[in-house]
Each structure stands twice: as structure tokens, then as C-alpha cells.
């Protein structure tokens, strides 16, 4: 997704749908606010779901309303919402609830805990920003996920990116790897603005909205990130442009959502290679409504493509794949790392 603190904001209405449309519509919930929660998510699902157009959306509304026939409370409505994302087909969408969220993950892939034993344990594990020489003149940077909950979040985590970059000396390198392979998603603005100075200016992506037959391009110009009309991330110091570098991108299962995003943004650009395995399945876009403060909605609307307009249904394949062989504590071992320090080096 964009981002998981970037809320759209919507007024609720008190019928947000026509309540002769269906038998299952007349139902009265015994609680208001559970009603007007039932009826804004599905008001806001039928006008902005990516899946809108593949599903009978009479008899998707009539199963979601009937499961919540019994709800007293706002959480009673919660497992109705989960069979909403289930019969679209949405595994990206969410709803936040008490701090833990609730969605359906029916189209996620098994990890085979044989041969991803090491990615399996270091994703459980907390691990962070890792900026590394692995010999002169080549670099290593781990970009891992994030989370900005609050205001100016996004500028810290990019300059942290921007900081740790830096650090390698990025003028005198030869090549770069950059990892995200333990980047399950957050906020791609900060991921993108933090790498900018990698990227030449123009697009670097696009959310798709087939509905529509419409996009909303995001990339880099005048040294900001721009995300449709709208500036999503200005540097503060923007530092000189690297963007002839060469670069090797690692990706795996649990590059996820806003990972996918800053690797398809990768995608296409010049002295670039992808070395490892699919990604997790998350490349569409959601976007969101915060109902309450304790309660938000996340709905896919868009999924994502390449400068070059290539649509990543699926997931983002490499250009190299290598299964499993991975060894974060110990790069000089790590088989992906082996592989793009070889590329890196190649002519």
C-alpha cells in the first residue's frame, strides 16, 4: 500500500446506501454505530474496490448483511467485514480495530519452512537499517519495513534511509545492493524519498485503476517525490544524484505491499538487476477512511505497474531467481548477495 498512516477522510453519512435495494438491506442492526459502520464500508467498497466490477455485488452486499444480522457492537461487525474482503478477493485490505487488525489472507503463498528457515527466524526478529561495505568500491543497504504513526514520521524514516546511504560513500562506489527482502511494507514514500538520489527524475510507477481505464503516476521531479498532483516527500538536504549507478535489488516472499511499490520502482531503471524470488502478492494499493480513532478501513482500489506501464498483477518477479540460500549474519555466505556482488562486477 501507500502508506498505513495516510488516511483519506470521508464524511460518514447516516445512509450511506439505499436500504430497498436488497431483503438482506432491511435488516436493522441493534446497534447505530455498527450499522453506520456496515453500511459506510460497504458504501465506500462498492465505489472504490479494485474487484468491484468481477463480483455480483447484490449478492456479496446480502451474504455481508446477513452475517451481521446478530451485531450489537462495532467488533460484531468485524467478521462480516472479513467475509466482504474474502468474497471480493481482497488479501491486501484491512480493517483496524483495538490496535490489532483483520482482514483475509486466502491467496497468500506458503513459505516452505525448510528452505526459508533463516528468512522465516529474521523476520520474527527485530532487525533494522543496515548500511554495510561488503568490499571496496561495492555496498549493502538492508531497507526494511516501517511504520509513521505520527506527523513528520515520513521525513525521519527517509532521512535515516538518506543517512545510511550516505554512509557507504555512495560517490565512490562501483555498485549497490540493495536488500528488501525483510520488507513486508509501510510507508513507500518514506522508502522512495529515502533512496532518491538512485533514481533519475521522471516516472517510476503508476497506480492502475481498471475500472477507470485511469492512473495516478508517481516519481521524482525537482527533487521530490511526487505521487499523482501531489507532493508526497521533499528532501531536506538533496544530495547529489547517483542515479548511473549500478544497483542489484534482492527480493523475496516477505517483500510485501510498499516494498513491492519501491521495487517496482526499480524496475526499468538503467545498470539495474533483480536477483532472488517472486514477491508476497501485495502489489495493489489501498486506500482508506479512518471511521473512528480506533477504527479504520483499508480497501485495495489500484494495483501497481512500471515506468514503462507493466502491470504487476501477481507479484514482482526477479530477473535471477535464487531459492532460499539466504544469510543475513553473514553476508560473504548470503547466495543472493554472492550473485549481485557477481553481477555488480560483471561488464
Not at 474496490?49 to 451474504?63: A, G, H, P, Q
Not at 485490505?93 to 482482514?103: L, R
Not at 526499480?266 to 486506500?287: D, H, V
Request: proline share 4%.
Amino acid at each position: 500500500m501507500k502508506t498505513l498512516s495516510k488516511l483519506i477522510c470521508i464524511l460518514i453519512l447516516a445512509i450511506a446506501l439505499n436500504p430497498c435495494a436488497s431483503t438482506a438491506q432491511n435488516i436493522n442492526l441493534k446497534n447505530d454505530s455498527a450499522h453506520l459502520l456496515l453500511d459506510t464500508v460497504l458504501s465506500f467498497t462498492k465505489h472504490n474496490s479494485l474487484y468491484r466490477n468481477k463480483v455480483d455485488w447484490k449478492k456479496v452486499e446480502d451474504s455481508v448483511r446477513l452475517t451481521a444480522t446478530n451485531a450489537i457492537t462495532v467488533k460484531d461487525v468485524i467478521p462480516s467485514v472479513k467475509l466482504l474482503y474474502k468474497l471480493l478477493g481482497d488479501h491486501h485490505g484491512f480493517i483496524t480495530y483495538g490496535n490489532k487488525s483483520y482482514g483475509w489472507r486466502g491467496n497468500d503463498k506458503s513459505i516452505d519452512p525448510a528452505t526459508h528457515q533463516v528468512l522465516l527466524k529474521k523476520i520474527k526478529t527485530k532487525y533494522t537499517l543496515m548500511p554495510q561495505m561488503l568490499e571496496k568500491g561495492y555496498g549493502y543497504l538492508l531497507v526494511p519495513d516501517n511504520n509513521p504513526t505520527h506527523q513528520g514520521d515520513v521525513n525521519k524514516i527517509a532521512r535515516q534511509i538518506q543517512d545510511s546511504l550516505i554512509k557507504l560513500e555512495p560517490q565512490k562506489l562501483k555498485g549497490l545492493i540493495i536488500d528488501l527482502r525483510l520488507n513486508p511494507g509501510g510507508d513507500m514514500w518514506a522508502m522512495i524519498g529515502g533512496l532518491i538520489t538512485l533514481f533519475e527524475p521522471g516516472k517510476l510507477g503508476a497506480f492502475v485503476f481498471p475500472v477507470t481505464n485511469s492512473e495516478e503516476a508517481w516519481g521524482i521531479k525537482n527533487n521530490m517525490v511526487y505521487d499523482g498532483i501531489d507532493t508526497a516527500y521533499i528532501p531536506k538536504q538533496p544530495a547529489k544524484s547517483i542515479y548511473n549507478l549500478k544497483v542489484v535489488v534482492l527480493i523475496g516472499p516477505y517483500t510485501r505491499s510498499s516494498g513491492e511499490a519501491t521495487a517496482i520502482s526499480f524496475k526499468s531503471r538503467k545498470n539495474t538487476w533483480f536477483i532472488g524470488e517472486n514477491s508476497g502478492g501485495y502489489t495493489t494499493s489501498n486506500n482508506s477512511f479512518q471511521f473512528t480513532n480506533e477504527i479504520g478501513f483499508f480497501l485495495a482500489t489500484s494495483v501497481e505497474a512500471d515506468r514503462n506501464g507493466h502491470v504487476y498483477l501477481d507479484n514482482v518477479q526477479p530477473d535471477q531467481e535464487i531459492i532460499g540460500g539466504d544469510d543475513f549474519e553473514d553476508l560473504k555466505k548470503d547466495k543472493k548477495v554472492i550473485a549481485g556482488l557477481k553481477w555488480l562486477k560483471g561488464k
